[in-house]
């Protein structure tokens, strides 16, 4: 079992900046390949960045892209989403996500545990 705890949601203006955070507790963490989605209301959950094991690999979705930034700290256990140049359309509730699939493959159905989630809100 792995626990994910997300921090760093909030409200802000577009334009800004945000930095989340995931701290993952359980089994090895550098086991698991990790991402970030995010969910808006009446959508469903959409993948947004995923990074492998390492840390070597990176991939996100086409509308973050040169916005946001995967990084993770495999000595801390923590995962982390820096979304820059936020947009209204960025506003949703982002999970971080654990998996044993490859980073390029990553998906919601492959997912293996999820956080609660945390809000993200940019204002216009």
């Known amino acids: 079992q792995v626990y994910l705890v997300e921090s760093g949601g909030g409200l802000v203006q577009a334009g800004g900046s945000l930095r989340l955070s995931c701290a993952a507790s359980?089994?090895?963490?550098?086991?698991?390949?990790m991402g970030w989605f995010r969910q808006a209301a009446g959508k469903e959950r959409e993948f947004v960045a995923a990074?492998?094991?390492?840390?070597?690999?990176?991939y996100y979705v086409d509308s973050v892209k040169g916005r946001f930034t995967i990084s993770r700290d495999n000595a801390k256990d923590t995962v982390y989403l820096q979304m820059n140049s936020l947009k209204p359309e960025d506003t949703a509730v982002y999970y971080c996500?654990?998996?044993?699939?490859?980073?390029?493959?990553?998906?919601?159905?492959?997912?293996?545990?999820w956080g609660q989630g945390t809000q993200v809100t940019v204002s216009s």
């Open positions: 996500a654990a998996s044993a699939a490859t980073a390029r493959a990553m998906s919601a159905m492959n997912t293996n545990y």
């Open positions: 359980g089994r090895t963490f550098s086991s698991y390949t």
């Open positions: 990074i492998s094991r390492t840390g070597a690999s990176t």
